[in-house]
């Protein structure tokens, strides 16, 4: 289910922080309240490959992305306690010591499943023992999710787990939507913040394929 121009789920995550709280966060309610936008990125599990890389590369960009009114949440289906684990274990030791940012525990997998973003296929029933089994690990796909101050989302894209995403790409975009809610023009392929953009209409595109093509 896509759900690009929709609100975001409206449900309550556990999530952990750098200082070992635990608490409830709303990612709807973050936007919403704060009148923010949010990235919200899912990764598989704690302790991994590739995901130590991610976590770290956004922490890195962190300010980039205050400085763009937007909250930065990391996710997975681990739990509150294994997030802290891996928040206090050296990046020498394939941890994540230094990210500051919150991320959510989705443990009992409420908001993954309401996604439709888990590793699961192949669900079966067995009629005499009343069992259903899965194939996959039931863990999340890296998806990625931003959502705008009113709480609809305006991009969301999924890598499966050994591809990693460029961090840059997500600042583009946001970049873009805000050219887009305060210019309300709209941004052409590989628009970058001082470049061009162009009305919606015949006229605009004309307009910049005539300046922009060979």
């Known amino acids: 289910m896509a759900f690009v121009g929709k609100k975001f789920p409206d449900l309550d995550v556990n999530a952990m ?34 995901c130590p890389t991610e976590l770290l590369a956004f922490q890195e960009s962190l300010k980039k992305f205050e400085d763009r009114n937007t909250v930065v949440i990391g996710a997975s289906c681990d739990t509150a306690e294994v997030h802290f684990a891996w928040l206090n274990t050296a990046r020498d030791n394939g941890g994540i010591e230094g990210v500051t940012y919150p991320l959510l525990a989705d443990s009992n997998r409420n908001l993954a499943s309401t996604l439709g973003i888990l590793d699961i296929t192949n669900e079966q029933y067995n ?30 894209g999924i890598n499966h787990m050994p591809l990693g995403r460029n961090v840059n790409e997500y600042l583009r975009l946001i970049d873009a939507y805000t050219h887009v809610q305060e210019k309300g023009e709209v941004c052409p392929a590989n628009w970058e913040e001082g470049k061009d953009a162009m009305t919606a209409d015949r006229k605009g595109v004309a307009e910049y394929l005539a300046s922009h093509t060979n």
């Open 17 to 50: 922080n750098d200082l070992g709280d635990t608490f409830k966060l709303n990612v709807l309610e973050e936007a919403q309240k704060n009148n923010k936008k949010v990235l919200l990125f899912w990764y598989p599990k704690d302790f991994t490959f590739v």
């Open 127 to 156: 009629e005499e023992t009343g069992v259903v089994t899965v194939d996959g690990d039931n863990v999340t796909y890296r998806a990625t999710y931003l959502i705008d101050e009113e709480g609809t989302v305006f991009h969301e």
